[in-house]
């Protein structure tokens, strides 16, 4: 049993029924009208009926500045969606539901964007009062708590930034300077809201950028934010404009330079590229005398990986974006310890670049057509190979080619595992037909292939028959 991992845990009142948090992630599932609509609610119910901890809503404006499809709160006619998802959410189970508020300033298509240094002060004190009016509205529509989105290339973030330009109040040339704006929003919030409703924050640990910010500057902010009076900090890195990949005619976009690969770490990262930071920003928090929740994310999957994080008091929840994207239903698997049945997220980031072109985000690894995950069904019966012998694979120039025969039963797709040099097995992809061809092997090595087939609910195959290649190592 993964005792750490399914502790309850409470925050500031809030009663989260287990460590597993889902991290906001935008579904474009709006439309840019911004209301909640049915396939809103079904992707947050799917995660609670899965017994998700903690689940946050995606990044919702405050304001009513022109966007892609993107949930709102900025006025109270979105009032009568948000009440229904939070108690959509709470029929289905325990789990608790926080929506991610965000500001974002403007871009345009010609590759202009707004930043924080030409906010007049009436501007800002606009924001500010946008934020407490829409923290009034998620305690009003029956949400459990609030998150203030101060990460990434958005406006609160922008002004923690060391890319701060400005020069007042909100002076970009000193840590207090960058840190102001947030103890502004974070006062207006409290008087909105009161001192007995959750407000956590998701800032970053590092900006990833050059002359950006790094873990010196988060201890700190981290610190100033529990001394405000955060009851959680949830980090995340990267996802700024300043490293943007520009493209002709389309407004700049965060998530497409490195820091946006950070952010969202993709399949050529280790896993778990991100716990140092969490564990050092704990370590500062809790030494100050604060023991609010801090929350890691960033390439966390393995059930056994999350339990020896809290463990090890790395962290204090777990939070898993991808992954309870393709497996809303990780948290039960784990308490009925089927963890077997578990479909792994494999970091391809067809989520990141659906995102990025506002479609819909879906995950690849579900069925086809498949708007959500598919419900977990314990009693449905694995896939079984035909063949004793399905998989085969030949070396050459450089390429392992993978192929193997279809299992049959209900089949979604198929799982690769890889040992390099007798080390540690792990899935380095998932497909959907018969064949891959593995191009990130180094001659000289040992390794050995496996697959299983999974089918919709998660329910895996026994592992193929294993195919081991000793390359040939050569330097022409
Ligand atoms: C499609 C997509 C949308 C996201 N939208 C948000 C968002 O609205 N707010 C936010 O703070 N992070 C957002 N993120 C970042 C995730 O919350 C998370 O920090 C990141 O994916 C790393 O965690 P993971 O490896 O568990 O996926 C998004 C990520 C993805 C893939």
Request: aromatic share 8%.
């Amino acid at each position: 049993m993964r005792s750490h991992i399914l502790d309850p845990i409470t925050i500031n009142g809030m009663q989260v029924p287990n460590r597993t948090v889902v991290p906001a992630m935008v579904t474009r599932l709006s439309g840019e009208d911004g209301f909640v609509n049915q396939a809103i609610i079904d992707r947050y119910v799917s995660y609670a009926k899965g017994n998700v901890g903690l689940i946050i809503v995606e990044a919702m404006a405050i304001h009513n500045s022109k966007s892609g499809p993107l949930l709102r709160i900025s006025d109270d006619s979105f009032m009568e969606g948000h009440r229904k998802l939070a108690r959509a959410v709470h029929a289905a189970s325990d789990s608790k539901v926080v929506p991610q508020i965000i500001h974002f300033m403007k871009v345009a298509r010609s590759g202009w964007r707004q930043t924080i240094d030409m906010l007049s002060e009436d501007d800002i004190k606009g924001i500010i009062r946008d934020f407490g009016a829409a923290a009034k509205r998620a305690k009003d529509a029956g949400y459990d708590g609030v998150e203030l989105h101060s990460a990434h290339a958005y406006t609160l973030s922008s002004f923690l930034s060391r890319h701060n330009k400005r020069r007042d109040r909100y002076d970009g040339r000193s840590l207090e300077g960058r840190l102001r704006m947030f103890g502004d929003v974070m006062a207006e919030v409290r008087a909105n809201v009161g001192d007995d409703f959750p407000v956590g924050v998701r800032f970053l640990a590092d900006e990833m950028i050059k002359d950006g910010y790094t873990l010196e500057d988060s201890r700190l902010i981290a610190l100033r934010m529990a001394q405000l009076g955060v009851d959680y900090i949830s980090l995340s890195v990267g996802g700024k404009f300043e490293d943007a990949i520009l493209q002709e005619g389309l407004p700049p976009y965060p998530y497409t330079g490195y820091s946006g690969e950070r952010c969202m770490p993709g399949a050529s990262f280790p896993k778990m590229p991100h716990v140092h930071y969490a564990a050092a920003i704990k370590e500062m928090i809790n030494r100050k005398g604060y023991d609010i929740p801090v929350i890691s994310a960033g390439k966390i999957n393995a059930p056994a990986d999350a339990e020896q994080l809290l463990k090890e008091g790395k962290a204090d929840m777990i939070g898993m974006a991808r992954q309870l994207l393709v497996d809303p239903n990780w948290p039960k698997k784990v308490m009925a310890e089927r963890e077997d049945d578990i479909v792994p997220c494999v970091y391809c980031n067809v989520c990141k670049q659906l995102d990025e072109n506002f479609k819909e985000v879906t995950c690849f690894l579900w069925p086809k057509g498949y708007k959500q995950a598919p419900a977990y069904d314990p009693a449905l019966t694995p896939p079984t190979w035909d063949s004793e012998i399905p998989l085969q694979a030949e070396y050459a120039d450089g390429i392992v080619k993978l192929k193997w025969q279809r299992a049959t039963g209900d089949v979604s797709g198929y799982d690769l595992y890889r040992a390099e040099d007798n080390g540690d097995v792990k899935i380095i992809q998932a497909k959907k037909g018969g064949k891959f061809d593995d191009k990130s092997v180094l001659g000289g090595l040992k390794y050995s292939y496996y697959i299983r087939a999974y089918g919709k609910s998660g329910q895996s195959s026994a592992p193929s028959n294993m195919v081991e290649l000793d390359l040939p190592f050569s330097v022409s």
